[in-house]
């Protein structure tokens, strides 16, 4: 499907994948806790995926999270810490994650926090984010972004 005006295809993204910044204020919520709130987040686009949001640490309430023990590693970005709410009804499903030292290209967002937002209510100027498919994923899906995106059904040998 091509883009209309407005609208954009993660498609058209490059790989590897690309940061700018978001003009969109971000909001973060879990429950009734407002977790983040920005206006100077970056997001990283990259073919197939739905933009990440990356929150600058300032702007995160970070006494509502914790670290928890899972790692993981972007070929572009390098180890990625994972991050779980913490407070009356948490859990230990991680809800966000950082790269605490990321490879030079990435430095821009080192330690910034993406959230997961089928796990936390994530807004771009007031407008709910909807989550990438699969769960593995954080892209945040927003009325412009067109799809297919890499996560959903049929998607494993991309």
Known sequence: M???PGQ??????P??????????????RWGS????ESAGAMRVCE?????TVYVPPADVHLRGLQETSRRT????KGEAAYLAAKGPGATDQDVAWRYPDPFP????IAGWICFYPGRVACFLDGER??????GYYGGWITSEILGPFKGEPGTGHW
């Open 129 to 134: 984010v909807c989550a990438q498919a699969g």
């Open 33 to 36: 806790r407002l977790l983040a």
């Open 2 to 4: 091509d883009p209309g």
């Open 105 to 108: 290209e990435f430095a821009a």
């Open 73 to 76: 590693f972007c070929e572009w």
């Open 47 to 51: 073919t197939g995926s739905p933009p």
């Open 15 to 28: 790989r590897p994948p690309a940061m700018e910044p978001e003009a969109r204020r971000v909001e973060v």
């Open 8 to 13: 954009e295809s993660v498609w058209d993204y």
